[in-house]
Every structure is written in structure tokens, then in C-alpha cells.
């Protein structure tokens, strides 16, 4: 039997085909037909099933008892849980969503807001993607891709920034080579995509903003910019014009003055003008968005765009590359704090996840109920977060796998995973896919534990299927509106981009943009002299800055991918990248260590590929202590944390 669904890794959002045997899901496939995947898929999604079998995986319900965890029945676990929400509502926190279906993310904001009474709802775009949703939607009204991916073949240039796509996102990786395009890879050492890049550009740690306003300086000064569109479809131009030309950071000529980097200082304007002739499109991941200034990178991403005409047509766009799975969509139904669904205010704001942790350590938040995202893994300065998990008075946690935070859960819920049950999700794209299970599980969904605790607390809900909460959820995002079950069925292996109406919309901004006056907004914003850079620009050279990223083996917390046998042995532990400049500085066998923590000892390779003073490592083994790293610092404006760079020394083993 052939059964058609959707990939539940990462925010590619692949259509797939699952042969189904007697024991189960027997191959993984995607045919030419199917709109994203075209007939490919990475080790993930063929290979990525493995952990439905795994020793580690969640089932049933589990409780925390003299402590230990210890299977009971789920009737009992909503007892409990039900019990001590009540005891603690509103002073309870909902943290998740992106790893699970556009219906639970809705019914476990709403749970919050209206059962419990509390605001504080966040999932992990905090920890990705929450800089590209605020400057994108400062600057032309709507956070989200503004083409499909299949539009990169119809561009004729693109920049790809901060994004090793080939290991994070490789169907879309594959999708530009197949091109054959010209295009630019900024990164901050040499990724595989620079093999096939006209520019393999690398940079500075934290450069990004630093370089994007030089590419929009040399547009301005060469007045390549396309006067009409910024004219008839944008506002405050000339501020933004005044400020740019003013500023001595945003002048190419600056990097004569960095170490190492000399050769930028030529190579930026060639690469603006290439950009500005050209039908261009910005793809970026979270080399962009994981620094101290993402979300304001996000906004001169947006100024290219608007400066050239590069944005609402064909093959010109923006396109940021979501992590997870359904990160969009949790973020479309209402999974932040400061966003109800649709991207409507809220009632009230609620905070973010870093201040939720504060907030614990205080004692004003007594309970936090996590769904699907490894707050004892995956958030940055784990000492200060576990630290504040043992505080807490209580902790819930929905899982399909065992992992760092189900250690210090007061409750586990064993879920469905993305391979057994039926659920919208929405990719990087806006595109709307609904899955349907390859195997079968007795277990519950996500959003039918979160119904079967509200109806103990206030019983105001009757869901009985997951189509209800979908069509209650239409009703209020209007994104959505056209997006029924029936027409996600009938387009399976394609999918829906919203705004969903009579229609799909493939392309947004094609005459105005999603602001009130549907006007593109300029809003500059300088570069901070900072870290690396400043300490080239004194001569000193002598600092090691970590960086950290993915591997295509592997996917965030990688319980999933670690639980799959063969995916686990062709990656089973986290290697730390060091230049070959640096060999007489650096043992094989390391601790990283900073102020706020330090890492497990990591064996070390060396690389042409890295320049000196510069280390990257991936973070999916726990066991590494990755994030023990790193500290409170984030985005200014909404604390998604500084995984890109940080200052670290190194104790030689």
C-alpha cells in the first residue's frame, strides 16, 4: 500500500510517499509530481522514520514519583495535570507548538489564554526565526516567504545569507544548483555552496548588518536603485537615503581595515551591482537572524528588495528558510506572546521564553507546560534554564521521544508523532500540507491531550477530530480561510500557499505590500562595532569565536534522527571545527569553556575552510553541552539568542 503525507523534519516541508507494509512503513519516497520534494528527499525524510521503533520513544503516560518517572494511565495524568493548572493558572507558561500541527498549536494557545487566563505562550521560533517574522514585518507588513521555491529557477541572480543550505535545508540547496544561476554565499567560513557560487563570500562573525548596508550603499551611490518602484511603492526613502550615505559603516571601503578580510572592500559593490541588474532573489537562515542585531539584518534584506524592485513578481523575493517544521504555521495560529492567531494584539502580551525563565527563577511563573520543543536542550545559557526547570513547581511535557527536559518533567505525555496522525502543517513557503497517518498509534495527539485537561478545568470545549479545530481555526485566520480539508486532500501532493481564498497566492506584494497603507517602509539602522571586527581592526587576533550550526544527518535536538539507528552511527557525536592556522593553539581533544558555562570535551578537525580564530561545531548530541555556552545575549528587540557568535577560550585536553 502507497500512502502520500508530508515530511515533518525541517521547514522545507517535503511531500513524501510511504510504501506500507505489514510491520510498518517499509520505504520513504517522493515522486516528480509532488511540488516541493520533485522526486528528492535527504537522509531525513527518506531514513528519518526509524525512531517509531526506538527504545526511547514515549508511550503512553508517565509521573514523577519519589523521583522517578512511572507509567500510569492517561486518565490519571489529566487528573493531575488538570489538578495543579488549576492550582497555578494564570501564573503558567505554554512553551511549543512548531513540531506539531497548525491544530494543536491553536487549541494550546487557546487553552492558555482563555482556560488558564495566561498570555505567556511562545514555541521556538524565539530560538530561530522570530527576527525575520519582526523585521519583515516592519518593513513590508507580512513575515513570511514571499515566493514559492520553485520561483528560484525563474530568477536570475540570487544572495544566499547565513545559510549552509546544503546541510540544513537540501532540497532547496538542490533546487538552486539545478538552476544554474549565478549566485552569492555569504557565510562565516567556506560551506559546501561555494564550490557552485560566483561569490563564496565568508565574513566576519557578526557582519551581517555591517555588509548588507554596504550593498545597499553602493546601490544608492551608483543610483541603481529602480527610482519608480521606490517612488510609487515606498516611504521614507530619502531618511534612509540621508542616513546610509552618512554612515562610515556602511562605506565597502571599511573592510581595508580588517585583517583577513581585506578582499570584501572590492568584492561587496560587484556583488550589489550583480544584484541590483538583475531579477534577484535573498534566500537566509539563521546566520542571519541567531545574532545581537538579527532582526535589523532581516530589515536591510528588505531594503534590498525594496530599493531594487526585487520583491512582488516573479523570481525577485525574500525568502527566509524556516527551521522547523510548522514553525510558520505556530506562528500563524498564535503561538507567540505578543501575537494572537492571524497576527492579530492579543488581549494581553505575555512574555518571551527567556523572560518566562526569569520569571521562574523569580518564583512568579510556577508551571510550564512544554510541547514538542527541548527547553533543556535546544535554548542557550542551559544553566541558568535548567537551573530554573528545577525550580519550577510544576512541568508538563508532550513528547514522542525521551529527552533533556522530559528528565524534569513532573508529567510526560507519549503523542503521536508527524507519521500517525492528521494535521495541517506550513512550510517555509506559506504552503499548507495535511498529513495523514502512515501507521497506526493509540496514543493521543498533542491536541487531544491539551482538549481532554480542559474539559477537567472548565469544560467548555467538544472537539472530537481534528477537521473541527481546523475549521474553527479558518474562522479567525483569514490566511487560511479557503484552506478546508477537502481541498487539502485533493491537493496532497501539492499543497496551498496562503492567503488561501477562492485561490492560492503563490507570489504576495504583487501591487501592494501588507502594511496599512500598503507602502514598503525603509528604517535604517547602523552596525554596532563589536566582537571580531573591532578586535581585527585593534590587530589583535588571538580570541577564538564559536559558531554553531546543523548537520544534514541530524535535526534540532535530534531525539528523532538519534532514535533512527543509521543516522545516529553516521553522526554519533558533535566535532568541533578548527583552521589549520590554528593547529599549534588547539589540542584534538577540547573543552570550550566561557562565562556562563562550559562544553563537554569535543574532538577536534582541522580545516582550510575556517580562517583563524574561528570555530564551528553542530549541537545535536546533548551529551556536548553546547549550549551550556552561551548567555542571555540576543536580538535587541525580541531575544532570539546569539548561537552565531560567541567569544569562547579553549582548555586543551
Not at 513578481?313 to 504555521?329: D, F, I, Y
Request: proline share 3%; net charge negative; glycine share 8%.
Amino acid at each position: 500500500m502507497i500512502k502520500n503525507s508530508v515530511c515533518t523534519y525541517c521547514g522545507v516541508g517535503c511531500e513524501i510517499s510511504a510504501e506500507i507494509g505489514d510491520s510498518g512503513i517499509e520505504k520513504v519516497f517522493a515522486t516528480p509530481e509532488m511540488e516541493v520534494s520533485r522526486g528528492e528527499l535527504c537522509l531525513k525524510g527518506k531514513e528519518g522514520h526509524g525512531f517509531l521503533s526506538s527504545e526511547n520513544r514515549v508511550r503512553g503516560a508517565w509521573v514523577r514519583e519519589n523521583g522517578k518517572l512511572v507509567e500510569t494511565s492517561y486518565e490519571k495524568a489529566y487528573d493531575l495535570v488538570a489538578e495543579k493548572l488549576k492550582e497555578f493558572a494564570p501564573k503558567t507558561a505554554s512553551i511549543g507548538g512548531a513540531r506539531t500541527s497548525c491544530e494543536s498549536g491553536y487549541t494550546f494557545q487557546k487553552f492558555s489564554r482563555e482556560t488558564l487566563n495566561s498570555p505567556h505562550v511562545d514555541n521556538c521560533a524565539r530560538v530561530c526565526h522570530s527576527p525575520s517574522l519582526r523585521g519583515m514585518r516592519e518593513t513590508i507588513g507580512e513575515g513570511a516567504s514571499t515566493n514559492p521555491f520553485r520561483d528560484i529557477e525563474n530568477s536570475e541572480f540570487l544572495l544566499v545569507f547565513g545559510s549552509n543550505t546544503t546541510e540544513a535545508h537540501p532540497i532547496v540547496a538542490n533546487k538552486i544548483l539545478r538552476a544554474k544561476i549565478p549566485f552569492a554565499s555569504f557565510d562565516i567560513r567556506e560551506i559546501q555552496m561555494y564550490k557552485k557560487a560566483k561569490y563564496g563570500v565568508t565574513i566576519p562573525y557578526e557582519a551581517n548588518l555591517l555588509v548588507l548596508n554596504m550593498l545597499a550603499r553602493t546601490i544608492l551611490e551608483e543610483e541603481l536603485y529602480d527610482k519608480r518602484f521606490v517612488e510609487t511603492r515606498t516611504k521614507y526613502f530619502e531618511e534612509y537615503r540621508e542616513q546610509i550615505l552618512n554612515d562610515p559603516f556602511a562605506d565597502p571601503m571599511f573592510f581595508r581595515r580588517v585583517a583577513g578580510y581585506e578582499y570584501l572592500a572590492e568584492l561587496l559593490p560587484k556583488i550589489a551591482r550583480e544584484y541590483a541588474s538583475k531579477k534577484s532573489m535573498i534566500l537566509w537562515g539563521l546566520g542571519i537572524t541567531e545574532n545581537f542585531d538579527g532582526s535589523y539584518a532581516v530589515m536591510a534584506i528588505t531594503h534590498l528588495a525594496l530599493l531594487t524592485g526585487n520583491v512582488g513578481k516573479s523570481g525577485a523575493g525574500l525568502m527566509p528558510l524556516r527551521g522547523q517544521n510548522n514553525v510558520q504555521g505556530a506562528c500563524d495560529v498564535g503561538m507567540l506572546p505578543y501575537y494572537a492567531p492571524d497576527y492579530q494584539t492579543p488581549k494581553e502580551v505575555g512574555l518571551m521564553t527567556p523572560d518566562i525563565i526569569d520569571e521562574v527563577l523569580k518564583g512568579e511563573i510556577k508551571a510550564i507546560w512544554n510541547m514538542g520543543e527541548d527547553l533543556a536542550h535546544i535554548h542557550a545559557n542551559q544553566n541558568k534554564v535548567q537551573k530554573a526547570l528545577q525550580k519550577l513547581d510544576f512541568l508538563v511535557v508532550n513528547e514522542v521521544m525521551f529527552s533533556e527536559v522530559t528528565k524534569f518533567a513532573d508529567v510526560v505525555f507519549g503523542v503521536k508523532s508527524g507519521y500517525e496522525k492528521t494535521g495541517v502543517y506550513v512550510n517555509a513557503e506559506r504552503r499548507l500540507h495535511l498529513s495523514q497517518p502512515l501507521v497506526e498509534s493509540d496514543m493521543p495527539d498533542d491536541w487531544e491531550v491539551i482538549a481532554e485537561v480542559e474539559k477537567r478545568i472548565s469544560g467548555e470545549w467538544n472537539y472530537t477530530s481534528s477537521v473541527e479545530i481546523w475549521n474553527e481555526a479558518r474562522e479567525e485566520i483569514s490566511r487560511y480561510k479557503g484552506a478546508s480539508y477537502e481541498r487539502l486532500e485533493e491537493n496532497r501532493i501539492s499543497g496551498l500557499q496562503w492567503p488561501v481564498g477562492e485561490s492560492e497566492t503563490p507570489i504576495l506584494h504583487l501591487e501592494n505590500f501588507r502594511t496599512k497603507d500598503g507602502l514598503g517602509r525603509f528604517k535604517y539602522h547602523q552596525y554596532k562595532l563589536r566582537g571580531q571586527i573591532e578586535e581585527l581592526l585593534s590587530g589583535e587576533q588571538n580570541s577564538f569565536y564559536l559558531s554553531t550550526g546543523r548537520s544534514i544527518i541530524h535535526y534540532n535536538n535530534a531525539s528523532q534522527t538519534r532514535g533512527t539507528e543509521r543516522l545516529q552511527k553516521l553522526h554519533s557525536e558533535d566535532t568541533l571545527f578548527a583552521s589549520v592556522e590554528d593547529k599549534r593553539r588547539v589540542g584534538e581533544v577540547v573543552k570550550l569553556k566561557t562565562e556562563y558555562g562550559e562544553s563537554a570535551e569535543l574532538k577536534v578537525k582541522f580545516t582550510k575552510k575556517l580562517k583563524k580564530g574561528t570555530l564551528f561545531t553542530t549541537f545535536h548530541h546533548p551529551k556536548s553541552r553546547i549550549n551550556f555556552l552561551f548567555g542571555d545575549e540576543g536580538d535587541e528587540l525580541i531575544k532570539t539568542s546569539q548561537f552565531k557568535s560567541i567569544k569562547v577560550t579553549i582548555n586543551n585536553s
